[in-house]
């Protein structure tokens, strides 16, 4: 393990200081209420408290607007969780001041995050998404109404964006200050274009260019964050003021911890045996049977199995029975086969979850054709969250 950094200074995000510089990127189907507090758990184990944020499963700002009961159960917090901060997506202004007045008006969170970053066809065809930034004043009216709708609150208002739709299309730099100049209280950067989706490797030059475009906010690096040097690395080279970490916490809910340490030049935490791995499992476990009852819960942890095995020896006949674990009861038999001695292995560490290969960008007929058109597609503000 490298020596720690020297202390880094605090995060700054609006009315919220962080005392690490670590943003947990929303994950679909992942970073639910369960998985943040297991992160927050095991940071506050290691390092005596939680100083990142941890943000929520991105939701529909229609469906939060209109008060779907499915998207209010995703935007749970924990009863200590704090700050809470929830990240929308949205392609019309109306229904994201609505949603973002809802949030305030109501209590519902502390930050208030946008996504235009998601590459995923279903929702940049519709307009959203990755595909958003291009449509600069439209990008604009959407970020002023949500500040509009916080204006005089502690809420801070932050937007997450792709380098643009493709090597063709970049939108990062309009972006950046189109956001800054509408209020937002940080901007986050994942350094790939919509056509790359997570393939390949993220350019970090591009963050750097946006830090320089963008001066009176901060701006945060996302991209390839899967140990704790590479975070310091990140910052050092590009001068961001913050990384946000997706892909590399599957199943490393203690990485956050990892990262906490390193930035803050303390020891970085001994990576888990293969016992400690099984009890933070099971322990994911139950809190997602808190949350969703167990009947889901044990199906929701399912996905998680893998990633939390990965180079560790398992053996195939255990790691399947564990992929289709129904109850904790099950889960907790299953997981004492394990070899609780064996050291974390070398082979977990690097790339993990989707990667894919790159792809042509799906848009709505024309999109391309005037970068200053408003109109919003027809049905693309989508009533399901979480995609």
């Known amino acids: 393990m490298s020596a720690p950094t020297a202390s880094r200074p605090q995060l700054r995000i609006g009315s919220l200081t962080l005392g690490s510089p670590v943003v947990l990127a929303p994950m679909a189907g992942i970073t639910n209420v369960a998985f943040r507090t297991l992160c927050r758990e095991i940071e506050t184990a290691k390092m005596g408290s939680t100083a990142g944020l941890y943000v929520c499963e991105m939701v529909t700002a229609r469906a939060l607007a209109e008060r779907n009961e499915a998207t209010l159960h995703m935007t749970t917090f924990g009863p200590t969780e704090s700050p809470r901060s929830l990240q929308l997506y949205t392609v019309d202004p109306r229904y994201t001041y609505e949603a973002a007045r809802f949030i305030v008006e109501e209590n519902r969170a502390d930050h208030i995050d946008m996504n235009f970053g998601c590459p995923v066809p279903k929702v940049t065809r519709k307009g959203g998404g990755a595909a958003l930034p291009y449509k600069r004043n439209l990008f604009g009216q959407i970020v002023a109404a949500a500040v509009r709708a916080t204006e005089g609150t502690s809420v801070p208002v932050t937007v997450k964006f792709r380098i643009g739709i493709n090597d063709e299309h970049h939108t990062h730099l309009d972006a ?87 930035l803050n030049g303390k020891p970085v935490p001994t990576p ?49 029975a564990l992929a289709l674990v129904t109850s904790l009861t099950e889960l907790k038999s299953l997981l004492s086969q394990l070899d609780p001695t064996a050291p974390f292995p070398a082979a977990a560490e690097g790339p993990r979850g989707r990667q894919g290969s790159p792809a042509k960008v799906a848009l709505p007929e024309g999109w391309l054709d005037d970068p200053d058109d408003c109109a919003i597609p027809d049905g693309a503000e989508m009533m399901h969250s979480g995609g």
């Open 176 to 262: 950046g200050r189109i956001a800054e100049g509408e209020g937002a209280a940080a901007v986050a950067l994942h350094a790939r274009t919509a056509a790359q989706r997570y393939s390949g490797t993220a350019n970090w030059g591009e963050i750097a260019r946006l830090k320089d475009h963008v001066r009176s906010i901060p701006v945060l690096g996302n991209g390839d964050i899967f140990a704790a040097e590479d975070a310091a690395r990140m910052m050092e080279s590009t001068g961001c003021d913050g990384v946000v970490v997706g892909r590399g916490c599957l199943g490393r809910p203690w990485l956050f911890a990892e990262l906490s340490a390193h």
């Open 272 to 320: 888990p045996t293969l016992g400690e791995v099984a009890d933070i499992m099971f322990r994911h476990a139950e809190l997602l049977v808190q949350h969703h009852g167990e009947f889901k819960g044990a199906r929701e942890m399912r996905k998680h199995i893998a990633w939390y095995l990965r180079g560790f020896p398992a053996g195939s006949e255990l790691r399947s």
